[in-house]
Structures are given as C-alpha cells and as structure tokens.
C-alpha cells in the first residue's frame, strides 16, 4: 500500500474512531444506569440539557468547553476524552499495523473490547449483551473467513478458542470457590475470554492470560514506584487487562 495512501486511511479510520470513542464515552455513563444509548438527542448527564452539534464534535468540543457543559457548567468526566482517543488510536492501528486484509476485523473487535475495558475499569461490571455480541461478531467473521478460504478450519480454531478460553477461567473460578469457599473471580470474566477466544484461537486465548498478567505485573511495579498502595479499589480489572492483551494478540497474529 502507498505511503499516501495509507495515510488518508489511517487518517479516515482515526476520524471515524473518534466517534465511535465518543459513543463509547456516552454508553460507559449511560449503561449502568439502565438508559438508552441509542434512542433521543444527546444530553447533558447533570441538567438534561440538549447537547447541540457544535458540542458534539470530539475531543475538540471537550477541549472548547473546558471539560464543562455549556449550560450548567458540571464537569465533563475525562473519560469521554479518553475514549475518543483510544477509539482514534484504535482505528489508525488497525490500519496501519494489522495484518494484511484484517483492518476492519481489528477495528471492530479493538471498539468492542474499549467498551468493555472502560466498563470494567470504572464500573466492575462486564455486561453479558456485550459480551455476547463480541462473541457472535468473533464467531461471524471465522464464518466468513471459513467461507472465503473454503475451509472450516477457521470455524474449528474459533470454537477451540472460544472453548478452551471460557473453560480455562471457568475452572480456576470452580475451584477458587470450592478451596476458600468464596467467589475470586469476577462472573463476567470467563465469558469475555472466551469471546476474544473465539476472535484469537486457542493459543491467543491462553496468551491473552499471559498478557494480562504481564499488564498487572507492570501496572503493580509502577504503583508501587510511585508508592501507591496495591488494593483491590486500584487494581485494574481482570477484564480490562484480557482486553488490551487480546487485541494486542489479534493486531501480531490476527485469527486464531
């Protein structure tokens, strides 16, 4: 591909991104409140205020408001900007760095898992439609893979990985409860690994517990250099991490 070319891609990509970060942004305070993210006008969360078009436009108008809405002056929560960028990142990525002909995969599997790292990092919480529908969006496109290769070679490997992710976290979950008498996992946990099971393969599956793993080792090592007490109310979610970890596999190796 061009160096031209890919740029206006990556450019593109990174626009659409961006707003597709600035829908994450809304369903991550809508969602666990049980409210629409689709249906009616944007508005304000503090004063109910209807948010005109200026306002919508991301990071910029964030930036343009100070972090504060235009009518009531309540704080914008910094989340809304992050996910606006990582939604830009994630689309200018997928372009750029995945492997050939799995752009468009990796985009949509990189929004679904911001959506649901954001989700567990500031709410605790991995809601099952969501995980659901990574699961059936990981199991259309080895349908599709399958169909384009003539083989069901990508259907066996996406079902392995869906299998062997959801087992895996199934059974340490099991038998944490049935040695210490007490839930050590959260219940949305095993679910989620085994969607990105069905997107990565086996082997992404059991590499995605390493990544995480390797991600909360590092995130511990920089608490503690920085002399921040480890607890549970700073840890990051089990979630989050297989999140980064499996779109980091799917962006090196692509399908399972």
Not at 125 to 138: E, I, N
Not at 187 to 202: E, K, N, S
Not at 219 to 231: F, N, P, Q, W
Request: aromatic content about 6%; charged content about 10%.
């Amino acid at each position: 591909m061009p160096d031209a070319t890919a740029a206006v891609m990556a450019l593109t990509a990174m626009l659409a991104g961006a707003a597709i970060g600035s829908f994450i942004g809304a369903a991550l305070v809508r969602l666990p409140e049980g409210r629409s993210v689709l249906a009616g006008r944007s508005v304000c969360d503090a004063c109910a205020a209807p948010i005109a078009a200026r306002d919508l436009v991301p990071l910029v108008s964030w930036l343009a408001l100070r972090g504060k809405c235009r009518h009531c002056g309540a704080a914008i929560g910094v989340w809304q900007p992050f996910a606006e960028i990582a939604g830009a990142l994630i689309g200018a990525a997928g372009v750029l760095l995945a492997p050939p002909g799995l752009a468009i995969p990796a985009m949509l599997l990189g929004w679904q898992l911001l959506l649901l790292a954001l989700i567990d990092a500031h709410h605790l919480w991995l809601p099952r439609p969501l995980t659901a529908l990574l699961a059936a969006t990981g199991a259309g496109f080895a349908l599709w893979s399958g169909w384009e290769a003539a083989s069901l070679a990508p259907l066996v490997t996406a079902a392995a990985g869906g299998v062997i992710g959801f087992g895996m976290l199934w059974a340490v979950a099991r038998g944490y409860r049935l040695l210490r008498g007490r839930e050590g996992m959260g219940g949305g946990d095993p679910p989620l690994l085994g969607a990105i099971g069905l997107w990565v393969g086996p082997m992404g599956a059991i590499g995605t517990v390493i990544g995480a793993s390797l991600i909360g080792l590092a995130a511990a090592l920089v608490m503690l250099l920085a002399r921040k007490d480890i607890a549970a109310e700073t840890a990051l979610p089990l979630g989050t991490l297989m999140a980064m970890a499996g779109w980091a596999i799917f962006l090196v190796n692509g399908w399972g």
